[in-house]
């Protein structure tokens, strides 16, 4: 589907009521480094989340050995 073509605006010199207030503010980007941030918090918590269970299955294991060989005595 194709992308529809811009409306033109058109300028017109108005002249602001003598009761409104002109707002002054300044703009700025965000997103960007919270975007960045998160990505990297998601990857350092991969990390952490994969060297836990990498550390954790050996001990567990072993503890699966000493039950089954203590049931397997019984």
Not at 19 to 39: C, M, Q
């Amino acid at each position: 589907m194709p992308r529809p073509k811009p409306v033109p605006l058109r300028e017109v010199a108005n002249t602001p009521v003598d009761e409104a207030a002109v707002i002054d503010a300044k703009y700025r980007v965000v997103g960007r480094k919270r975007r960045i941030l998160r990505a990297l918090w998601r990857g350092v918590l991969a990390i952490v989340v994969a060297a836990t269970i990498g550390f954790l299955i050996p001990p567990a294991w072993v503890v699966i050995q000493a039950v089954a060989a203590w049931l397997a005595e019984q």
